[in-house]
């Protein structure tokens, strides 16, 4: 068709059965290798059709060069070698003593019972929070944009936001001391234990419990482990999909949005279940939560652009780039005719496609 010319029996808006598999076109083209064009070369709109006013010339992919490879993954080292600090940061502040605050006897809010059966306990806590979005996110790259580089750099947030957030949610525990809700079950106060004349509390010494764990574990109520980690885990989940299904492209997907927070959902079900145990109150949960997500935006924010920029499904550019490497911006075959701009700030313009082969752009 000549671009002056217009069928009118093309319909304006393609069918909805066309919708999805046209976003999922469109992600493909713009994982693919690019060979940039002239501005007067590039495809135009007409009637809803793209035309292309020139031959484009052949893709080629750059040679695979494996010391590149080794120096791109050497510059991120330390990032790993930091989380590995704070996961035994996290597990060194799990071991010591802390702060145990003095309490009342008949203080009702830490007189409930000790359920000897959690609904989500540790062991869950980590295939929800952790596991879960380790397996996720590579079948969403499959899906999307099959990148080894993306692949990296999700799990790699992944772990920043999970240790970060435990390694801080210790801290505070230790530091605080807030007794749990079932406080004077752990306890077992001796019989005839009565709170002081003056000030109204009593020490950890009035408690006949031989289990020190467990009642050292009653003095960590603030804030909520479970529920910062799980926001930190899921919540990460939740802005990588949001990022891949670019949810704030102001066109309004219904299903894009709940793909997006249903991790949240998991999430708070996870921290509500913890005051349904009596391990927490409400104020841990909620605190709990909010660090979780904080910290799972920031992780997600140090590898990948804002969630409404066009470029939300790459991560950004490599810290090394190719010798030779020129940075272009992918066009979109939804949208303008002509490219976008990087803002200042490079994106994955130098990717490995699942296929191995290291794509310049």
Not at 102 to 121: C, G, W
Not at 303 to 315: G, R, T
Request: net charge neutral; with cysteine.
């Amino acid at each position: 068709m000549a671009p002056d010319s217009y069928d009118a029996d093309a319909p304006l808006i393609p069918p909805a059965s066309h919708i999805f598999h046209h976003y999922a076109d469109s992600i493909s083209d713009m994982t693919m290798p690019y060979n940039p064009q002239p501005a007067h070369q590039m495809s135009t709109f007409v009637g809803g059709s793209p035309v292309d006013s020139s031959s484009s010339a052949p893709r080629k992919s750059a040679p695979i060069d494996n010391r590149h490879r080794l120096r791109l993954l050497l510059s991120y080292a330390p990032d790993w070698i930091l989380c590995i600090l704070l996961g035994g940061l996290f597990y060194l502040l799990n071991k010591i003593h802390g702060f145990w605050r003095n309490f009342s006897l008949t203080d009702t809010t830490i007189q409930f019972p000790f359920a000897v059966k959690e609904r989500v306990p540790d062991t869950h806590l980590y295939l929800i929070a952790f596991v879960a979005p380790l397996v996720l996110m590579p079948i969403v790259n499959l899906l999307l944009v099959r990148s080894w580089w993306d692949w990296h750099i999700s799990w790699l947030g992944l772990v920043l936001s999970e240790t970060l957030t435990g390694s801080i949610t210790q801290v505070v525990k230790v530091t605080v001391g807030r007794p749990r809700p079932d406080l004077i079950d752990r306890c077992q106060p001796a019989p005839g234990s009565q709170n002081a004349p003056v000030w109204g509390l009593v020490t950890s010494a009035v408690c006949t419990q031989d289990n020190l764990t467990k009642l050292k574990d009653g003095f960590r109520s603030f804030p909520s482990g479970h529920s910062s980690m799980s926001f930190a885990g899921l919540g990460f989940l939740s802005f990588y999909l949001a990022g891949k299904l670019h949810l704030f492209d102001q066109r309004g997907h219904t299903a894009k949005s709940w793909i997006a927070v249903a991790p949240l959902m998991g999430a708070a079900l996870v921290a509500i279940s913890r005051t349904m145990d009596y391990r927490h109150h409400w104020q841990d949960v909620l605190v709990g939560s909010l660090l979780g997500i904080t910290v799972a935006f920031f992780a997600y924010r140090q590898y990948y652009p804002a969630l409404s920029s066009p470029h939300s499904h790459h991560p950004f550019s490599p810290r090394i780039q190719r010798a030779g490497s020129t940075t272009h911006a992918p066009i979109s075959t939804l949208h303008a005719t002509t490219a976008p701009q990087h803002e200042g700030r490079g994106y994955a313009d130098e990717d490995v496609e699942m296929g191995g082969h290291p794509v310049e752009r």
